[in-house]
C-alpha cells in the first residue's frame, strides 16, 4: 500500500487505483439475490369488538386494586365497568367490592394472578376488559366513583 501526498490529502493507493472502472472489482452481484415471497400473519378468529367480558375469579394471589376507565349505566341497577389489563391466567378479575351511599356509588376493582399461573409466561399485552356490577338500588342520579383512586 503506497501513499501520495494530492492536493493537501492523502490519498491511498487501495482506494483509488489506476485501472479503469470496467477492471476494478465490483461489489455490486450481476444478479440480485432470490428473495423469499414476505411472510403474512393472518388471525385464525376475527377481532373481537370491543372490551373483553370477564367475571370475578375469587381466588386469585397477589391482588391489587386496579383503576377503571369507564362506568356506564346499562339498567337502572347495573353499572358496566371497563379497564385495561393484562392477559388471563396472568391477569385476572379477583373480586369488585361496590359501596353505595345516598349520594355515590364507590366500585373497586381487584385483579391477582391465577393460581395456574403460576409456571406460565406471560405476555406482556395490554387488552380492554369489562364487567358488569348489580347494585342494591337504581343508580339514579348518584354518582359512580373508582374506589382504586
Known sequence: MTATLLAG???LATSCGGAAPAERASTVP??????????????????KKGPEPVKPTGNAINVHKVRWTKAKAVSKRKVQLTWW??????????????KETAKLVTVTLYE??????????CIMIAIEKTTTVTLKKPLGKRKVVDGAK
Open 30 to 47: 450481476a444478479k440480485p439475490p432470490a428473495v423469499a415471497e414476505p411472510v403474512t400473519t393472518t388471525p385464525t378468529t376475527s377481532p
Open 112 to 121: 391477582g394472578t391465577a393460581p395456574k399461573a403460576r409456571n406460565v409466561s
Open 85 to 98: 389489563s393484562g392477559v388471563a391466567p396472568c391477569t385476572v378479575l379477583d373480586r369488585v367490592k361496590v
Open 9 to 11: 490529502c492523502l490519498v
